[in-house]
């Protein structure tokens, strides 16, 4: 507060006391003015109010009634010379208009002061009119009886009521008006009162004036030259300063805040262009590290970006192994000096890189000659085998492992760092970490897929070499077996028969297998969609309807086969959807109970362009517990396993991947336990020239449930 005292009797005056004796005029001719207007006032309130409380709305209000009466005159009037009931609208509604306009008329007489001659004259006026209207409106009503039956009015009457109206009103109308000019003319008069608080507000105004221009120019220049600073400043003139030397106390210290605050914003933007430019370096050197090839490409970037892009004198990369010795290194210098020699005899560096690392540090210096710069003894070695007099060194790493380190040094001279600079160099860090590592990742990636596609040949060419080897002396075991049952080598007993009827089943379920392993690893390796041709679903449904025929006859299961249209006609691989139906068929067969009936039907969808293949059976179905792993490889319903079915588990897989995998289709399945299970199977039609349609699957299923109302039960 005292330095505020004396810093007003330095500069000699305020703006406030100029202000607080401008105010004081306003205050006392507020006061003037308003005394005198409170007297005028009074005397015009009255006035005021019997003009609009009083005689406007009387006015109006005899007016309404004037204007109602005379549209229902004119409407009877009307009505009788032609007749026309519509002309008798303005009459209707009129009664309601005149009393309410009555009622408004003389509730202003009763706001006039009791006694007074003028509000008896409007009352004895009023009433005249009232008596007059009320009669009028009687006769109006019985005339408009008479007419609506048919009679004639009074011609001589109605003209003598409504004349005796219009009188009466005229003569109310004529003083009610004459009172409101009255009214008017007292409500502009000026009064003596406001004459004087004019006069007084012109003085004070005058006197406010004289004083508010010199106030006025004791401060609108300075804050004019302080608003032309700013708008210097705005204009791209960020230095521009204010004159601390002019104007009142509280201006003076405006202009040295404004200054400190110009000061501010200097360093502010300084900072900002700095991060700005530093985010244009990370992010074109994170983008050139994306592309390079390799770990040392990467660290060649890395220092040729960081030297340029921060205007340094050297940069220094290096990468480190599991036991902290240089790897690969890489350094960028300014034209004018030389490179740094062999750093490898400094084996220490990668254990200072890993302290740091560690401890989630960076070592950033200023001057590393100034009093109290002491830097590890490894780390102070480097920074003199390459002259460096600024530094930061920020260490390389990912997770618990140091990869490296980058070292930023300025060798002319100290350098102040500012934090974005150093922000660059731990987020290029970080670029150059997640390059090596994904490198890493990639060349491990590499090796691994190498390793798993040579597995995957020995596993294809194992399963080739032993389905072979398993087939050959399969053949011969069929031979000799069939030999041995037609009896070419001599009659055998009734036990050797059944003997040899589990071997037969036996080497059925064997071909089988093999069968299935062998179609396993051509549908594994691959299908050439180059090689497919035109399957006719017709032809395929008789051919294996034919094939599983013994089959079907061994189990007393009965086939009911509609093959279906010529025109159904996929595109696709004869040998793998021969494959997918025969497990199919095979297994409704299977699962079926002697006696039943496994129905096989083709469909073609013209509308969907789709082909429909369904097999239903009435057998043992599937629990509903294992429908979602039907279609996982090796997998057996637990109901066939407790019936001793024979089977491997592979069946539905291997149609279902030749059926969706390689020929666009889809593959459903519908089972109730003990009662039996249909398989769809639902593939696009080829049309050549036409593209495969992928949609309308919902729409077939409608139309085949159609076609075999049972599939859904």
């Known amino acids: 507060m005292f330095e505020r005292r004396r810093e007003r009797a330095a500069d000699g005056w305020t703006t406030a006391s100029r202000l607080r004796k401008l105010v004081f005029l306003c205050w006392a001719m507020l006061l003037v ?12 309130s009255e006035s005021i109010r019997q003009l609009t409380a009083i005689d406007d709305p009387a006015v109006e209000a005899n007016n309404e009634i004037r204007q109602a009466i005379s549209d229902a005159q004119t409407g009877l009037m009307g009505y009788e010379l032609s007749g026309n009931r519509a002309l008798l609208q303005p009459y209707f509604g009129s009664r309601d208009r005149t009393m309410a306009a009555l009622a408004t008329l003389e509730s202003t007489f009763a706001l006039g002061a009791p006694g007074e001659a003028g509000t008896v004259r409007r009352k004895a006026l009023g009433g005249t009119q009232r008596v007059a209207a009320e009669q009028w409106s009687a006769d109006a009503l019985r005339n408009e009886q008479t007419l609506s039956g048919g009679g ?109 605050l110009t000061d501010q914003n200097l360093i502010l933007l300084d900072t900002h262009e700095r991060a700005l430019g530093g985010h244009k370096v990370t992010s074109e050197i994170g983008r050139a590290i994306r592309l390079a090839s390799d770990t040392q490409a990467a660290l060649d970037i890395t220092c040729a970006g960081l030297g340029e892009g921060l205007g340094v004198d050297r940069v220094i990369g290096h990468t480190f192994g599991v036991d902290h010795k240089l790897l690969l290194g890489a350094q960028w210098h300014h034209p004018d000096l030389h490179p740094v020699g062999d750093l490898t005899v400094l084996p220490e560096l990668g254990e200072a890189a890993a302290e740091l690392w560690a401890s989630n540090d960076c070592w950033v210096r200023d001057d590393l000659l100034a009093e109290g710069s002491q830097l590890p003894a490894p780390i102070g070695t480097f920074c003199r085998i390459a002259g460096a007099r600024a530094s930061i060194m920020v260490p390389i790493g990912f997770h618990d492992r140091v990869i490296g380190m980058i070292c930023v040094l300025m060798v002319r001279g100290p350098r102040e760092w500012a934090t974005s600079e150093t922000n660059v160099v731990q987020a290029v860090a970080g670029f150059v970490a997640r390059a090596i590592v994904e490198a890493e990742n990639q060349s491990h990636q590499r090796e691994y897929v190498q390793r798993v596609e040579m597995l995957d040949r020995q596993k294809s060419d194992f399963l080739a070499t032993v389905s072979h080897e398993l087939r050959t002396p399969l053949t011969s075991i069929s031979g000799y077996l069939e030999l041995l049952q037609d009896g070419d080598v001599g009659e055998l007993t009734t036990q050797q028969y059944g003997m040899l009827d589990v071997i037969n089943r036996s080497t059925i379920r064997l071909r089988s297998l093999i069968e299935d392993v062998i179609m396993l690893n051509r549908i ?32 007393d299961v009965e ?150 109302p049972d599939l859904a039960d």
């Open 33 to 44: 003015v308003s005394f005198t207007a409170a007297g005028s006032l009074y005397f015009q």
């Open 152 to 260: 004639q009015s009074d011609d001589i009457r109605a003209p003598v009521l409504y004349d005796r109206f219009s009188s009466a009103n005229a003569a109310l109308g004529a003083y009610l008006t004459a009172e409101r000019e009255h009214s008017r003319l007292d409500s502009r008069t000026i009064s003596r009162g406001v004459a004087l608080s004019i006069a007084g507000a012109v003085a004070a105004l005058v006197a406010m004036l004289v004083l508010g221009g010199r106030v006025a120019r004791t401060i609108s220049r300075p804050l004019t030259e302080l608003r032309d600073t700013m708008v210097r400043q705005r204009h791209g003139e960020p230095g521009a300063r204010a004159n601390e030397e002019q104007g009142s106390s509280e201006l003076r210290s405006v202009a040295r805040d404004f200054n400190a």
């Open 524 to 555: 594994e390796g691959g299908v050439r969609k180059a090689n497919f041709a035109e399957v006719s679903i017709r032809e395929l449904l008789l051919r294996v309807g034919e094939e599983v025929k013994v089959l079907a006859q061994n189990k």
């Open 559 to 708: 086939l009911d086969i509609d093959a279906g249209p010529e025109e159904a006609v996929v595109l696709g691989d004869q040998a793998s959807l021969d494959r997918a139906v025969l497990n199919i068929f095979s297994n409704a067969i299977k699962f079926s109970h002697p006696g039943s009936v496994v129905t096989i039907v083709g469909m073609l969808d013209y509308e969907a362009r789709r082909i429909l293949i369904a097999c239903q059976d009435r057998g043992v179905g599937i629990p509903a517990h294992d429908l979602g792993n039907l279609f996982t490889r090796f997998f057996r319903a637990s109901n066939a396993t407790d019936q001793s079915i024979p089977g491997t588990g592979l069946g539905l897989s291997i149609a279902k991947q030749i059926v969706e995998d390689h020929h666009g289709g889809e593959l459903r399945l519908i089972s109730v336990e003990n009662e039996g299970t249909t398989v769809i199977i639902d593939l696009p039609l080829y049309e050549p020239g036409a593209t495969e349609a992928g949609a309308g699957m919902d729409a077939t299923q409608g139309a085949f449930s159609a076609y075999v």
